[in-house]
Nanobody
Framework: VQLVESGGGVVRPGGSLRLSCVAS????????ISWVRRAPGKGPERVSR????????YSTDSVKGRFAISRDDAKSTVYLQMNSLKPEDTAVYYC?????WGQGTQVTVTS
């Protein structure tokens, strides 16, 4: 199983980023995929989850209306579109499937 995230970077408040997670080694189309973030000095926080049927949930009120999760089964890829970014969104963002985690991608929001 492999989950490879990309798309992180440094952005100013109000900016946007799109994270990607390319999956391999398991039945992607049948899997629920989540994005989890870990901010400096804090524990992991699940941001969003997407079921195989496409049903999305956003676990954190602070991202509702700003973040959108989607998937492309043909590419075995899950995306997290992040708009109106805030400094408190700064974290390492991980793609997860069950107990499998990717290596993470750093998102830094700073002026």
């Amino acid at each position: 199983v492999q989950l490879v995230e990309s798309g992180g970077g440094v952005v100013r408040p109000g900016g946007s980023l799109r994270l990607s997670c390319v999956a391999s080694g398991f039945d992607f189309k049948s899997a629920t995929i989540s994005w989890v973030r870990r901010a400096p000095g804090k524990g992991p926080e699940r941001v969003s989850r997407l079921s195989p049927s496409g049903g999305a949930t956003y676990s954190t009120d602070s991202v509702k209306g700003r973040f959108a999760i989607s998937r492309d089964d043909a590419k075995s890829t899950v995306y997290l579109q992040m708009n109106s970014l805030k400094p408190e969104d700064t974290a390492v963002y991980y793609c997860t499937a069950g107990h499998y985690w990717g290596q993470g991608t750093q998102v830094t929001v700073t002026s």
